[in-house]
């Protein structure tokens, strides 16, 4: 079994009153920040670089690379912005929220380490509409922070000046789309833009921006407490560091839990230490292994550790972490309806493919579940969500942005990989599976 080897996000989380300023700077808080003031700007981006520390918002981007594409002030003279993405929707991952709660100054003082490093002179917090609880924590926080010197017209004293905004979704999934971020956050609908150019060019209000994750940037104090090798060698040799990760559906206990990069989905799901395996009489049918958007994978392959690059030959992705398993009672057809349903709802309209693809397949599914399917159906799906996406998927769909894939993906896999379980309901003319209520997916109707 996988044993975490050290813990980076979660380990000072419930000690002491560590969500507080006071609890954090007694367990080290802020001394990392201090630090880097001291550094010149492009050095911490080196230092990024090397811990092999890459973005955990879904695609798995290196975070220093990125940050590396903001132009120079000899080249671009525009003020440069921060965004931190805390909209957190996939369904599935449940992290981002426990940091703000947990450690709202660790994502603080990543903040304050990232926008020294790139420029930035201020920092818009972008927060899920529905994380009432959280988002207060996280007010309070930069409130703290704000009283006691640490942003403001002097970071930590200095003379650099930094400013931390939270502003707060309003339910919508696609917000989580940097670019529809970044819409939304200069208070327009949250339409994703076409890229190029991207964010780190022009991003908000025309200005060079980088859009990370909650988790990413709160790796950064740990990065320059311990250094960048130390934080490689906790990881792979090619992604740096842990993750976090949200455990649900048929296990015996679900939950987030930070493991190492090496861990694999089999033993998240039976480790004593995690998922404590399944259910009495039941197996594993099928792991969605990174968010609902993620391609599904059969009880065969949960062999694959939970690194970014190790899904590739799966045709699947770490994604943002959401590990969702089913059991041999979950109706596979009726779970991809599930998900194909809320593709179809969040879809912002603007592509063709997307906005009529999406309803249309989940109209099919939905037909195939409730036994009045035909085989010529399953080539439909796959024609419609390869008119979106192609499948096996090359990591770029037709659409303006990866929604469309999003949606595409979770089609294509089931039917590939499960086609037997839908054949089935259309062979039998009804659901095997009988009237079960949605169980580990929902109340859903
Ligand atoms: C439809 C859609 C929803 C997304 N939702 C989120 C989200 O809730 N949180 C997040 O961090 N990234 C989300 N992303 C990924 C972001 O576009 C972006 O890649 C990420 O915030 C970059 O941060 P990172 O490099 O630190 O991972 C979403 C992407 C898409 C296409
Ligand atoms: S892919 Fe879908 S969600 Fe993304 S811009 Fe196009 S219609 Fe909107």
């Known amino acids: 079994m996988s044993v975490l080897a050290e813990k980076v996000i979660t380990r000072d989380w419930f000690k002491g009153s560590n969500h507080t300023l006071e609890g954090y700077k007694k367990n080290g808080g802020y001394e990392q920040l201090k630090r880097a003031l001291t550094m010149q700007p492009a050095a911490i981006t080196d230092e990024v670089k090397k811990s092999g520390l890459r973005g955990r918002g879904g695609a798995g981007f290196p975070t220093g690379l990125k940050w590396s594409f903001v132009p120079s002030l000899e080249k671009n003279t525009k003020p440069r912005y921060l965004a931190i993405n805390a909209d957190e929707s996939e369904p599935g991952t449940a992290k981002d929220r426990f940091i703000l709660e947990n450690d709202p100054h660790l994502l603080l003082e990543?903040?304050?380490?990232?926008?020294?490093?790139?420029?930035?002179?201020?920092?818009?917090?972008?927060?899920?509409?529905?994380?009432k609880g959280p988002s207060a924590v996280l007010d309070a926080a930069i409130d703290e922070a704000n009283k006691a010197g640490i942003f403001g017209k002097k970071l930590m004293g200095t003379d650099y000046e930094l400013n931390v905004f939270q502003v707060r979704g309003a339910g919508a999934y696609i917000c989580g789309e940097e670019t529809a971020l970044l819409e939304s956050l200069e208070g327009k609908k949250g339409w994703p833009r076409l890229k190029p150019p991207f964010p780190a060019v022009v991003g908000l209000f025309g200005c060079p921006t980088v859009v990370n994750n909650v988790e990413t940037i709160a790796s950064l104090p740990r990065i320059f407490e311990k250094g960048a090798d130390w934080f490689m060698k906790l990881g792979t040799g090619k992604s740096g560091g842990t993750r976090l990760v949200t455990l649900s559906g048929s296990v015996n206990r679900p939950g987030t839990y930070e493991v190492g990069m090496d861990t694999s989905l089999r033993e998240l799901i039976y480790d004593p230490a995690y998922g404590q395996g399944m259910p009495e009489g039941v197996n594993v049918k099928a792991?969605?292994?990174?968010?609902?958007?993620?391609?599904?994978?059969?009880?065969?392959?949960?062999?694959?550790?939970?690194?970014?690059?190790?899904?590739?030959?799966?045709?699947?992705?770490?994604?943002?972490?959401?590990?969702?398993?089913?059991?041999?009672?979950?109706?596979?057809?009726?779970?991809?309806?599930?998900?194909?349903?809320?593709?179809?709802?969040?879809?912002?309209?603007?592509?063709?493919?997307?906005?009529?693809?999406?309803?249309?397949?989940?109209?099919?599914?939905?037909?195939?579940?409730?036994?009045?399917?035909?085989m010529s159906d399953l080539d439909t799906l796959m024609n419609v969500a390869s008119a979106i996406a192609p499948w096996p998927p090359i990591g770029l769909g037709n659409t303006i942005c990866a929604l469309g894939d999003a949606g595409a993906l979770p089609v294509q896999s089931f039917v590939t990989k499960f086609r037997k379980d839908f054949e089935e309901h259309i062979r039998l003319k009804r659901c095997p599976h009988g009237d079960q209520p949605w169980g580990h997916f929902g109340d859903f109707k």
Do not use: N
């Open 110 to 131: 990543g903040i304050g380490i990232a926008c020294y490093a790139l420029g930035a002179h201020a920092c818009y917090i972008y927060a899920r509409g529905e994380f």
């Open 287 to 374: 792991v969605i292994p990174g968010g609902s958007s993620a391609p599904v994978l059969t009880a065969e392959e949960m062999d694959v550790k939970l690194e970014f690059d190790a899904f590739k030959p799966l045709q699947s992705m770490a994604g943002s972490g959401g590990v969702m398993v089913m059991d041999d009672k979950t109706c596979i057809v009726r779970s991809l309806w599930r998900v194909a349903r809320f593709y179809a709802e969040e879809s912002c309209g603007q592509c063709t493919p997307c906005r009529e693809g999406q309803p249309w397949m989940a109209r099919i599914i939905r037909k195939i579940e409730e036994g009045r399917g035909e």
